[in-house]
């Protein structure tokens, strides 16, 4: 059997020690992210832009129906309008679930800003009225579709500013609409401001 | 001290090997480039690609694939390398901004030519403003607009990126001590450089490191995303670049139009022809005076790179359609952003190439006391080997982009022709806005396009 030396030994642990301090990975605390933050969006953005929407959105009092029951919000186009490649849905996504926990909105799925609606199952099913294999009563009926009364739309935008030589500022502004379907007029507006400081050495994306 | 300069001599022949196929390379994609044969251009390149990805030697051959790859209608391929050609292009323009490029100091020991090819300015709008045109053909207009925005903000770094490049050289020229900056500073090898080459200081300049072209279509984009105030914006902008082209002028009209909430019942085409080849770059050899140990100055030969400038594939194309009769008209000038961007750069490559001159020169002269005659012959010819220009360039983009609009006929059908050749015919989409985009890099190549609704 080989037996190693004692520097032998240590040699060995120092390498195996270094390899391991290579491969590392740690779990993002969310609530208390000190990672450093970057020139892009990442989700720390996001947040901050949804729960500053949604908060604004709650106070203003424009979601209280006088009868207490509940607005059916479709969601309209949220355009993209930075340098990064990202997914407006990410925003919306934070924005419906907290509208949907405050029990004043349902969302509609139904009807989107595109031709295609965001779930398209519901038209789909419907389509089974002139098939004999389904029992009929089981298929939804005519005129049970519920048409949204108010609209989200919005932007998200960057600016990049240069301060000196070495240093850039980018600025992304999160513009939300709140409109009433019915007049076209918006019932809320809302801006969540980020910006970003950093060092000018490469573009923003 | 011989063995090191033996050494030397080698490797330098070396690397000049690799330039040479390097030149190779480059006659052979534009070969099948040029007979429009985009795909097999595209794979030819590839294969000189290393496997790694974003590996900084790549910027040249993944831009060039790319725009191949384009022409082949190989959209998500092509979109992927441009991709891969931005992802290095950061990388060399980060060193260039940190002031860590080590180019300054190895090309001063061989020549510009060995360095990675970092890209230029124009090389960085012209990517994103492909990446664009990809999405946008493709249907994805979220991604298209943020290509079009990142080519609009990097006109306006564009600047910044050269100042930081030429702070980088003067701080080389400084730290290397009075000599370099006397010879630096001689004007009359500014003068010789004049005379030698006087076409580069005879053209009708762009305003610095703007591309009209990529401007205009940024605004063409936002007017058929429904975004008028912004198109109204960059359209003006356009406009203001190139203020005797009739079309810019009506779409900017037409943004202002629907930005006030007039309608819109009309449909067009509009049709970009993409002309002829971007210039080539060659090599020619000057003697300039140099100062070394003494006072008197010996002129000794440089090795510089010019721009040689490519004929036009047609001077237009004829458009005609049941209603009307057109041709295509200038819009952008390819030649122009590029010679503009070569001008600014040209005192700096002057200076490197002397500061190159200089230290071989002093090494030859030294080798030659210290070793004798076979010392000096070795240097000499180490010197020979290594001074050589850099003429690479992203030679798959056009000579210059033209521009026709045209209402929809009735039949929709449109034919589309070089002059006194068979019209190409094609079937338009009813009732609505569309682009046609067509490429022809030479006389003899077979008209490629393509074409999508806006």
Redesign the interface.
């Known amino acids: 059997m080989m037996t190693l030396n004692f520097p032998k030994k240590m040699g060995l642990a120092l390498i195996i020690s270094t390899l391991m301090a290579c491969s590392h990975t740690e779990h993002i605390d969310v609530q208390n992210d000190k990672g450093e933050a970057v020139m892009g969006l990442d989700y720390r953005d996001f947040q901050t832009a949804a729960d500053e929407a949604v908060a604004s959105l709650i106070q203003s009092g424009r979601l209280n129906k006088a009868d207490g029951s509940r607005y059916i919000l479709a969601i309209s186009r949220i355009?993209?309008?930075?340098?990064?490649?990202i997914d407006?849905d990410q925003l919306i996504k934070k924005i419906r679930v907290a509208l949907l926990n405050s029990n004043k909105v349902l969302v509609t799925t139904a009807v989107s800003a595109t031709q295609t609606a965001e779930d398209n199952m519901a038209m789909q099913v419907r389509k089974l009225r002139a098939s004999d294999e389904f029992k009929q009563s089981t298929v939804a009926k005519k005129g049970q579709l519920i048409a949204p009364d108010l609209s989200l739309s919005g932007k998200i935008l960057?600016r990049?500013i240069?301060i000196d030589?070495d240093e850039q500022q980018v600025e992304y502004y999160f513009q939300l609409s709140l409109s009433d379907i019915n007049t076209g007029l918006a019932v809320w507006e809302g801006e969540t401001f980020i910006g970003k400081r950093g060092d000018?050495?490469?573009?923003?994306? | 001290m011989l063995r090191l300069l033996f050494f030397s001599v080698i490797l330098s022949l070396l690397s000049g090997c690799a330039a040479m196929k390097q030149q190779e390379r480059q006659q052979k994609f534009s070969a099948l480039y040029h007979k429009a044969q985009y795909q097999q251009a595209a794979e030819f390149q590839l294969e000189s690609k290393n496997s790694q990805t974003n590996d900084p030697e790549d910027l040249l051959i993944t831009l060039q694939a790319a725009t191949a790859l384009r022409y082949a209608d190989d959209i998500t391929q092509s979109n992927l390398l441009f991709d891969q050609a931005e992802n290095i292009l950061k990388q060399h323009h980060q060193k260039i901004l940190l002031n860590k490029s080590v180019s300054t100091l190895s090309s001063i020991l061989v020549n510009d030519a060995v360095l990675d090819y970092s890209g230029t300015s124009y090389d960085g709008i012209m990517l994103n403003t492909y990446k664009a045109l990809n999405f946008w053909q493709s249907g994805n207009k979220a991604y298209a607009r943020v290509e079009f925005n990142r080519a609009l903000d990097r006109q306006r770094r564009a600047k910044a990126l050269f100042k930081a490049e030429i702070k980088q050289q003067q701080q080389a020229i400084s730290k290397k001590g009075g000599n370099y900056a006397r010879n630096t500073n001689n004007p009359k090898v500014t003068q010789l450089v004049k005379r030698a080459y006087s076409n580069l200081y005879n053209f009708q300049a762009y305003p610095d490191f703007v591309n009209p072209f990529s401007t205009y279509l940024a605004g063409l984009f936002y007017l058929h995303d429904g975004d008028y105030a912004k198109a109204v914006d960059v359209l003006k902008e356009a406009h203001g670049m190139l203020p005797t082209q009739a079309i810019v002028e009506a779409d900017f009209k037409l943004a202002q139009a629907l930005q006030q909430g007039e309608p819109d019942p009309q449909k067009y085409a509009w049709i970009i022809f993409e002309n002829g080849s971007a210039p080539l770059k060659t090599e020619f050899r000057i003697d300039l005076p140099l100062f070394i140990l003494s006072r008197n100055a010996f002129y000794t030969g440089i090795a510089l790179p010019k721009l040689v400038l490519q004929k036009n594939a047609h001077p237009f194309l004829n458009i005609n359609t049941l209603d009307e009769s057109s041709r295509t008209q200038p819009l952008a000038s390819m030649d122009n952003v590029i010679q503009t961007d070569f001008k600014k750069r040209y005192p700096w490559i002057v200076s490197r190439a002397l500061i190159s001159a200089i230290a071989k020169t002093t090494a030859q002269y030294i080798a030659q006391k210290q070793l004798g005659p076979w010392g000096g012959l070795a240097a000499s010819l180490l010197q020979l080997a290594t001074t050589s220009a850099d003429i690479r360039i992203w030679s798959a983009l056009p000579k210059e982009f033209q521009i026709a609009k045209i209402k929809l006929p009735s039949d929709n059908l449109i034919r589309i022709s070089v002059p006194n050749k068979a019209a190409t015919h094609i079937k338009l989409e009813a009732n609505k806005n569309q682009l046609i985009y067509i490429k022809i890099p030479k006389s003899y190549s077979p008209i490629t396009y393509n074409s999508f609704v806006l």
């Open positions: 355009i993209n309008d930075t340098m990064q490649r407006t960057q990049n240069k030589s000018d050495t490469s573009v923003s994306w």
